[in-house]
């Protein structure tokens, strides 16, 4: 896939993942949030160019330093996210400023990640930046649920 095919998926998925962050929405635990991320992790693996072969040891590195940071910040994200229960017992989720503070603190992180690739010569894809939001996506999406599934299923207080 061209880097400005790319480019533009990046943009349209942040954009449609942000616009609904910010909504209110019921949160389905029983539905496939894994399904979109694992797309794009298919998507960003298939591309021959994702480790430049001409530096190919720091390419590596910075895949997963990168991969490694935006998984730690969907963690992050997926702890800012406002979750309550309505008077019929659904769980709903709506970010927050927070949340909007989490996706800012991302993207000034993968701007860095590629400012040292650039500086170490190395070519980045645009598919890494594919990887890495399909893995923010999957563990916000598992720390949304999980967090979720406890409100659902409230544990007992022991007396």
């Known amino acids: 896939m061209s880097g400005l095919v790319n480019a533009l998926v990046i943009l349209a998925v942040i954009a449609f993942v942000v616009t609904r962050q910010l909504q209110p929405r019921k ?8 399904l979109l991320p694992a797309i794009l992790a298919v998507v960003a693996l298939r591309d021959p160019e994702l480790i430049d072969p001409a530096h190919r040891p720091e390419a590596i590195g910075l895949l997963i330093a990168s991969v490694l940071t935006v998984l730690a910040m969907g963690c992050v994200w997926g702890w800012t996210v406002r979750l309550w229960r309505d008077a019929d ?3 709903w989720a709506r970010g ?3 949340t909007a503070a989490a ?5 000034v992180l993968r701007i860095g990640w590629y400012g040292l690739g650039a500086a170490l010569h190395v070519h980045q894809s645009s598919s890494a930046l594919l990887l890495s939001l399909g893995g923010l996506l999957l563990v916000r999406g598992l720390v949304v649920n999980h967090r979720a599934q406890r409100l659902e299923h409230p544990q007992p207080v022991a007396v």
């Open 103 to 107: 996706w800012m603190g991302m993207i």
């Open 96 to 98: 927050t400023k927070a």
């Open 27 to 34: 949160v389905a635990t029983e539905r496939r949030f894994w």
């Open 89 to 91: 017992g659904a769980v």
